[in-house]
């Protein structure tokens, strides 16, 4: 999954007073994984840790992140029926 907007992230973190470990806790990951999603060094993760994340900050699914593109210039074959 793809994050929308790191700002956002920090934001809505900031919001509900939710600290960096708090969040990587609630989600299952480090709190240096979190840290380069806010500053953006990280833009991606899988969709279990989105998931996570979204849940623990009581968000809609899709809020934050975006699927990954599978387009079929991303190298994927399309299947058409």
Request: net charge neutral; aromatic share 2%; proline share 4%.
């Amino acid at each position: 999954m793809r994050l929308r907007d790191p700002k956002l992230l920090r934001s809505l973190m900031d919001a509900q007073d939710c600290s960096q470990s708090n969040l990587a806790r609630q989600a299952n990951c480090s709190r240096q994984f979190i840290h380069m999603l806010t500053t953006g060094a990280r833009r991606s993760c899988s969709d279990e840790v989105a998931t996570a994340i979204e849940g623990a900050l009581r968000l809609l699914p899709g809020t934050l992140f975006a699927a990954d593109d599978l387009s079929p210039s991303s190298g994927l074959v399309e299947v058409v029926a």
